[in-house]
């Protein structure tokens, strides 16, 4: 299996075939000949695919994408992907914007880059496009390659970073609106997250430790990321809120018995000390446990 290096902008154009018009920044247009070979992608550059076509499957690991026609994906440096042909469609039709970190030095979107949170998406969803919205994505990516044709002035950074911000944030709608339409999906995700919560409250914390949101996503078989913008979407509140909800709610119930100390306690939730735990507990009630036992 061949290994792909996308280090650079060049290197996402060469292996696509393109020109490169920008040191720092790419929108290519793919409609492949050859047919699609298995391979292992190494992006160094973020990468947004519109995906027009079932022309191939994306993995991470284990876990394959939700992938269709006119779908979008997203890659950011750092992450590794594996590529595999679709039998049925073996040519690649697809529409891509690349950037290089060095791009967004200095500029507010480098600094708020994490809040796209759909770059660390490494589930089985992927962002699917009603065919308007696909009509504004493409729309975004035509403003930006406009500007790749024309002479780079004191300008031309500027301008094409807004609007590779612009898209992004028309990302993030395109996703809220797809965790909304996607509601009996996601209620019963949050319905097996909680009753995974109280079972492990249960049974594991104390040989495990405290449970983490990384946890649960896994065993939802979702990526942290999507994890959490699914429970924050679907309760208005964050995964980590919960869980903490749901160890106070026990720890309250094992201080009713007389049987167990504090430390018991602190113990059987999964506390590696003590004095975190009364910490944590005094934070959400403004008493330590012993003070609580005989409020």
């Known amino acids: 299996m061949q290994d792909i290096f996308l280090n650079t902008v060049k290197d996402f154009n060469e292996y696509q075939g393109m020109e490169t018009l920008h040191p720092l920044v790419s929108v290519v247009h793919v409609e492949n000949t050859e047919h699609i ?68 030095n200095r500029t507010a979107l480098g600094r708020n880059i994490s809040r796209y ?95 983490t949101v990384a946890y649960f996503a ?8 999507y994890f959490g913008t699914l429970v924050k979407t679907e309760t208005g509140r964050t995964a980590k809120d919960l869980i903490n909800d749901r160890i106070l709610s026990k720890s309250k119930e094992l201080l009713q018995s007389e049987m167990l100390s504090v430390t018991q306690v602190s113990s059987l939730l999964g506390f590696e000390y003590p004095q975190h735990f009364i910490r944590f507990f005094k934070s959400l009630t403004g008493k330590t446990p012993a003070q609580w036992r005989v409020a």
């Not at 496009?129 to 009509?135: G, I, N, Y």
């Not at 031309?156 to 807004?162: A, Q």
């Not at 896994?218 to 990321?225: E, N, P, Q, R, V």
């Open 37 to 104: 070979k298995e391979c292992v992608m190494h992006y160094g550059v973020y990468a947004i695919y519109l995906k027009e076509n079932k022309g191939c499957r994306l993995s991470y690991g284990r876990t394959p994408y939700d992938f269709d026609e006119m779908t979008v994906t997203s890659f950011a440096p750092g992450q590794v992907v594996k590529v595999e042909p679709n039998p049925d469609v073996p040519f690649a039709k697809f529409t891509a914007l690349a950037f290089h970190p060095d791009l967004l």
């Open 218 to 225: 896994d065993k939802c078989c979702l990526s942290t990321g």
């Open 117 to 211: 949170e759909f770059f660390s998406y490494t589930s089985t969803e992927a962002l699917h496009l009603s065919a308007q919205e696909v009509e504004v994505f493409r729309g975004v990516l035509a403003l930006i390659e406009q500007e790749l044709h024309r002479a780079i002035d004191k300008h031309t950074r500027e301008l094409i970073v807004s609007n590779v911000e612009l898209l992004l944030n028309y990302c993030l709608r395109f996703y809220d609106r797809q965790f909304i339409t996607r509601e009996e999906i996601n209620h019963s995700v949050v319905k097996q997250f909680l009753h995974l919560l109280d079972e492990y409250l249960d049974t594991q914390a104390e040989q495990d430790g405290l449970p």
